[in-house]
Each structure stands twice: as structure tokens, then as C-alpha cells.
């Protein structure tokens, strides 16, 4: 499975698994989104950082360079999938009443931010693993 196939399923089963708690418990979409698009892949991270310094599990020679540390990662986590919680917590505002497209645009301008980096960093990533 190609890398940005994998990243659509992922952001895929967490909009599902949000929708189904909406449905089942009403728990915010954008809160389950939040956790699960940005809080476990940060937290994975900070956990098993020190996997990734020289010497480390996942990098015993120390000559590759962890995802966290380079810029695409972060666009992607903050900026796009930002974006998607954002659009989530809009719509979420909207049914209840409170339309604002303050958060829309804010969702636009992180998404129009975060797409080119996220992009040029897999384009990058997919070129070297070749």
C-alpha cells in the first residue's frame, strides 16, 4: 500500500471512529479527532523519541533522521490535521446554532499552509526510500 493510501486510511478510520462516538456517546467530533489525529501520533512520538537519538533502538548508527524532526511531519500534524478538527469543530458549531466562518477560514489557511509541505516531504521521503 502506497504511503499516502496508508494516510488517507488512517485519517480515514479516525473520522469514522468519530462519527461513531458522536453517534453512540455524543462525544465532540472534533475532540475525538484531536485525540486521534494529533494526540496519539504526538504522543507516540515523545514517548519513543529517545528511540530515535544515535544509538537508539530505531536508529543504532545513528544515520537517519526521525519524522518528528523534520518539517513536513510537524505541517502534517499541525496544519492539516489541524485543519480537519477545526472544519469538525465548525460544523459541529453550525448544527448547534452558531454558524462562524472564522473557523473556516482559519481551517482554509492552515490547510492551503500545511498540503505543500506535508506533499514535498513525502515526494522527498518516497524519492530517497527508491
Do not use: C, K, Q
Not at 47 to 68: E, F, H, Q
Amino acid at each position: 500500500m502506497s504511503y499516502f493510501r496508508r494516510y488517507l486510511a488512517i485519517i480515514g478510520v479516525g473520522v469514522a471512529v468519530a462519527a461513531g462516538l458522536r453517534i453512540a456517546l455524543g462525544v465532540p467530533t472534533w475532540i475525538t479527532l484531536g485525540v486521534l489525529l494529533i494526540g496519539w501520533p504526538l504522543g507516540g512520538s515523545l514517548i519513543t523519541a529517545d528511540d530515535d537519538w544515535p544509538g537508539g533502538w530505531s536508529n543504532p548508527d545513528g544515520s537517519s533522521v526521525p519524522d518528528w524532526r523534520r518539517l513536513w511531519w510537524w505541517a502534517d500534524l499541525l496544519l492539516v490535521r489541524g485543519a480537519l478538527v477545526v472544519v469538525a469543530f465548525a460544523i459541529e458549531e453550525t448544527f448547534g446554532g452558531h454558524f462562524s466562518p472564522v473557523p473556516l477560514a482559519a481551517a482554509a489557511l492552515m490547510f492551503g499552509l500545511g498540503i505543500p509541505l506535508l506533499l514535498r516531504g513525502i515526494r522527498r521521503e518516497v524519492t530517497h526510500a527508491v
